[in-house]
């Protein structure tokens, strides 16, 4: 775990919007498929999207499908979840996350993880 540092986290209100990243210093993630993946308190960490290594394929949760955007620069090894359209549901710790193999698949099969960045969202 480690190696991924998320930022961009904060408290907005409903409607609002909030664009977190998720940087890799020190090392390259560009051939990895890499996601988000959030967890409320005394709820399961869930998955909320992730994208290929080259950023041709995406997948999104149904719970965010429509008002998030996943996206990757490799150049500058980040990745990006853009999040519009912000509801009190949403409110959760969010996490990045890559994988070496594959693209979809649960939680534990990713190996690289962030530490979290907080997301309010109120009414």
């Known amino acids: 775990q480690g190696q991924l540092v998320e930022s961009g986290g904060g408290s907005v209100q409903t409607g609002g919007s909030l664009r977190l990243s998720c940087a890799a210093p020190g090392r390259t993630f560009s051939t990895y498929a890499m996601g988000w993946f959030r967890q409320a308190p005394e709820k399961e960490r869930e998955f909320v999207a992730v994208?290929?290594?080259?950023?041709?394929?995406?997948y999104y949760s149904d719970s965010v499908n429509g008002r998030f955007i996943i996206s990757r620069d490799n150049a500058k090894n980040t990745m990006y979840l853009q999040m519009d359209s912000l509801q009190p549901y949403d409110t959760a710790v969010y996490y990045c996350?890559?994988?070496?193999?594959?693209?979809?698949?649960?939680?534990?099969?990713?190996?690289?993880w962030g530490q979290g960045t907080q997301v309010t969202v109120s009414s």
């Open positions: 994208i290929s290594w080259n950023g041709d394929i995406t």
């Open positions: 996350a890559a994988r070496t193999v594959g693209i979809l698949g649960p939680a534990h099969e990713y190996e690289y």
